[in-house]
T-cell receptor, first 115, second 113 residues
Framework: GAGVSQSPSNKVTEKGKDVELRCDPI?????LYWYRQSLGQGLEFLIY????????KSGLPSDRFSAERTGGSVSTLTIQRTQQEDSAVYLC?????????????FGPGTRLTVL | QKEVEQDPGPLSVPEGAIVSLNCTYS??????FMWYRQYSRKGPELLMY????GNKEDGRFTAQVDKSSKYISLFIRDSQPSDSATYLC?????????????FGTGTKLQVIP
């Protein structure tokens, strides 16, 4: 079956512009996660969705970052007034969810460059 | 201090060598311990996970967890050029009803033919 898909694969934008990044999780996965990966920083947790609600938004770095999930499926991460330090690869992952560990399946990421 | 520490490398070994990758951590609440492999310009993929202390083997890969020392390792036997990738350790604990995962920075491995 299809894995996690993300679009666009690459995005170049100018400082101050808004960007939207999209994630299509594996069908039936109730849990969805956004991470940011910068050079030498590893994967930084941003937000977790269970269904359409986001019980953990603790990783969002500022109020310029927001995310939503509709229909328990597609999620959009929005960055307003982008800054150069927002340049990174944004990764989405999905899993079946639950209190025990479930493998997170990652998409290929969106490489964001802010000029 | 980061919750999870991992040497970024790069680590370069000849084909056939045994590779040892390690992480240390500070949060004693971690329950699950994972190793992910990430090829260039791809998302991470899970290699192995373990629960609590002990060893787990899968083919050429062995994962070890020592909770008393807060230290985990991944061993790769008979390394192959196709093993060249970045290896990320990850750990999780139950946070408000879900497993919250913290990743290491990753170790870049190159296996020379």
């Amino acid at each position: 079956g299809a894995g996690v898909s993300q679009s666009p694969s690459n995005k170049v934008t100018e400082k101050g512009k808004d960007v939207e990044l999209r994630c299509d999780p594996i069908s039936g996965h109730t849990a969805l996660y956004w991470y940011r990966q910068s050079l030498g920083q590893g994967l930084e947790f941003l937000i977790y969705f269970q269904g359409n609600s986001a019980p953990d938004k603790s990783g969002l770095p500022s109020d310029r970052f927001s995310a939503e999930r509709t229909g328990g499926s597609v999620s959009t991460l929005t960055i307003q007034r982008t800054q150069q330090e927002d340049s990174a690869v944004y990764l989405c992952a999905s899993s079946p969810g639950g209190v025990s560990y479930n493998e997170q399946f990652f998409g290929p990421g969106t490489r964001l460059t802010v000029l | 201090q980061k919750e999870v520490e991992q040497d970024p490398g790069p680590l370069s070994v000849p084909e056939g060598a045994i590779v040892s990758l390690n992480c240390t951590y500070s949060n004693s609440a971690f329950q699950y311990f994972m190793w992910y492999r990430q090829y260039s310009r791809k998302g991470p993929e899970l290699l192995m996970y373990t629960y609590s202390s002990g060893n787990k083997e899968d083919g050429r890969f062995t994962a070890q967890v020592d909770k008393s020392s807060k230290y985990i390792s991944l061993f790769i036997r008979d390394s192959q050029p196709s093993d060249s990738a970045t290896y990320l350790c990850a750990m999780s604990y139950n946070s408000g009803g879900y497993q919250k995962v913290t990743f290491g920075t990753g170790t870049k491995l190159q296996v020379i033919p």
